[in-house]
Every structure is written in C-alpha cells, then in structure tokens.
C-alpha cells in the first residue's frame, strides 16, 4: 500500500518534487480529496474546468462525443493521473468529455487559483506542467505529419489515438453504423470490410454498433506515432 | 511606425503586461534582436527549439512537410507572432517546420532559460504561456469532435487548418498529387472532382501539383470550427 506522499509523487504534475516541498505544500494548499463510486459522475460534459483534479485511487471512465455523429469513444484512466489539464487554460475551459468513476475511486482537486499558486511555488511544478500540455499539442501534429497509407484502419487510428491517452485502457467505439462511415468518410461495405480485417489480426472486437480497441500501442503503430 | 515597446506588448506572450514591467525586464534580459533577409532560413526543419522567437518586423514562411508522403504545406505569419511556442517544452523539442524570411523580417529571441525567468518573474507572462499552448492542443480535438460529412473537402479542411495558424496567410499545399490522393484516401478521380468544385466556389485555385488557399476562414467553416 503506497502512502499518500508516494501517491502524489508519482502524478504527473508532481513528479520529480521532494517529499520536504511536497508536505510544505501539502500544508499552505487547500487539497480537497474527494471519494467518489461506481458509476458516480466526476466531471460533466461540458462543464467548466475550475479545477485541477487528479485520479489518486481507482479508475475513471471519459466519454467523448461527436458534436454532430453518434459516435462515442470511451477510455479508462487509471490513478496515478490527471483529468484534461490542458482545459484550465486556452480558449476554451469547458471540458470535452466526461468523466465517471469506474468502481470505487478517489479525486484530488486543486482550484485553479490555488494551482496557480504552486505554479509560481518552484520551477518543478511549472516544467511539469508546461511539458504535459506541450506534449498533448504536440501528439496531434506528429500524427498529422506521420500519415502515410491513406486507408480506412490508418483513419480510424489516428481518431482512437488522437482522443485518447498514452495511458488509456479499455477503449471502445459505440457508434451509429451510419456515422461512423461518414465519420471515415467511406460506404458501409469498406467499413465492414475494414473492420472483419481488423478484427482477424486480433485488433478489435466489433458488432453493428460497436468496436472494442484491444491495444492502443497496436493503432499508434498504424498511425506511425511513437508518442 | 510603432515603438519597440508597443511592438513587444502586442505579443501574444507578452499581452496585458505593463509598459513599466516590460522596461523592467528588458533591462534584466537577454533579448536578442536578429534581423534576416528575404529567403533566410530562420528556423531548420527538425532542429531542437531552444529559444522562444518573436516575429517583430516583417513576415515569415513557415514550411511544414509530412514524414511519409510528398506533401508540404505553406503559411506567412506577420508580426508581432511567435514561431511554434509548443516546442520549447514537452515530448520533443524539435520544430516540426522550417522557417524562413518572406522579405526582410525581425526576431526576438529568449534562450530557454531566460524565458523562463520571465514565466516566474509574474503572472501575466506565465497565464500569457499556458493560455496559448493549451489554447494549441484544444483547436485539434476541437476539430476532430466537430467533424460531420466526412466529405473529401472536410477532409482537406482539417488537414489545412488543423497545421496553419489562426493568422496564417499565404496557405498553400504543394504535393505529389498520388501522395495527396493518399493522405485523403481517395481516387484520382474524386480528388480532381473536389478541387474543381472547390476552385468553382471561390476557395481555392489549383494546379496539379498546388493548391491555393484564398481564405483560411472558408476551411474552418467547412470543419465547423470557431477557433
């Protein structure tokens, strides 16, 4: 059983802090610890990010929806993690997925002026921070730029992979069949076609309204990214 | 003609913050001004990003090319404008785009270091920073959410405006027109078919090796996006 430090030592905001300048801030820091379970909503669709928060027990499902196709995508993040951080700041602070607890889990939240404050605190906190979110812009591009065959399991991949987390487990696609061609922008026939090869090299699980990610290492290969 | 002064607070780094704190800081600062000549490389493709550069005077070209397929696209950005503030922190620091003067242009750069002693030294530069690259990793998923025809025009959209930015002007693609076919995943055929519609409404003109953006703001509509 880690302890509380070894937990919070190992997010990814707060990795490479000592444990001395982590209990210094344990204490100036209002740290709200927060219990939630299975099934409980953590974070709406929507909603406006005020707040840092962290997976310190458990897992988390996120659900991201299409605006306009029924097509959702789901992935599970487990703790040691952090719930969309490039969303407190940016144009938008509105977070696109939700969230909900999967199984029993414990939330750390921070508010945004409060993580401000630890921010300015020590150049760890602000390097740890600036990496992730640089990172997360980064991914996209290098997909981009990576593309190389043009077919329908190279587009699929880079939508799984573009949406989801180096970390994320458990992915799946639920979808309206219809969507989910114009979403690959092809007919249903290459779409099935697509998807029974897939599934034959062991990639997926599907069903009319449904495809189930086995490994997301297997898509970034497809997509050519080694993020 | 505008001061120095006046040029540097309209930096997206440096927006908000007062003249006085801005004289401060060039005095304590290492602020490194370099003037280039039409064609200059400024930035090389994949080299490592170890200052922050400002466009202060002129234009600049950016050229960013694709791994796999023959494919590069073009964009002028005008002072005042940063060079990819998402490559100084994160994943990897290498510039995914060269850079080169488009007539006599002016860049400021800040080595690493000293930018971030800039980022500490008050709140306005560093909520100046985190806006800017989060605002950068939302704008894809943005618009991959947004997606809704999966036509070969949206397609193309994406592709252009999920690479250039907001101010980018001069956009254009030069290709190898199979590997453009490639990237989009389609015939021949259905790619001449949409530069032709394309071309009749206005957006673009095309030969068949380039194709010209008129209006960066059309391809963001085609993609549903508000950025």
Redesign the interface.
């Known amino acids: 059983m880690n302890s509380m430090y070894e937990i919070l030592m190992d997010l990814p905001l707060f990795q490479g802090v000592s444990r001395d300048k982590l209990s210094e801030l344990i204490e100036k820091t209002p740290f709200h610890f927060l219990k939630y379970s299975n099934g409980q909503e953590i974070i709406a669709a929507n909603s406006n990010c005020t707040h840092m928060k962290f997976i310190i027990s458990g897992k988390v499902t996120i659900e991201?929806?299409?605006?306009?196709?029924k097509i959702k995508l789901y992935e599970n993040l487990s703790s040691p993690n952090v719930l969309g951080p490039?969303?407190?700041?940016?144009?938008?602070t509105a977070y696109?997925f939700a969230a909900y607890a999967n199984g029993d889990c414990g939330i750390l939240q921070i508010s945004k002026s409060d993580y401000?404050n630890i921010?300015?605190s020590d150049?760890v906190f602000?390097?740890n921070?600036?990496?992730v979110?640089?990172?997360?812009?980064?991914?996209?591009?290098?997909k981009?730029?990576?593309?190389?065959?043009?077919?329908?399991a190279?587009?699929l991949a880079f939508?799984i992979t573009?949406?989801t987390q180096r970390t994320g487990t458990g992915i799946k696609i639920s979808f309206k069949q219809k969507d989910m061609?114009?979403?690959?922008?092809?007919q249903r026939s290459s779409f099935i076609n697509t998807m029974n090869k897939l599934q034959e090299n062991g990639l997926i699980t599907f069903t009319m309204s449904e495809i189930e990610v086995h490994n997301r290492e297997d898509f970034l290969n497809i997509v050519?990214s080694n993020?």
Chains 1, 2 share one sequence.
Do not use: A, K, W
């Open positions: 991201t929806q299409c605006r306009n196709l490039d969303y407190l700041f940016g144009r938008t696109p401000i921010l300015q150049n602000l390097f921070m600036l990496n979110i640089s990172r997360n812009s980064q991914r996209y591009s290098d981009l730029l990576s593309l190389s065959t043009g077919s329908v190279e587009r939508f573009s949406l061609c114009t979403l690959l922008g092809i050519h993020e």
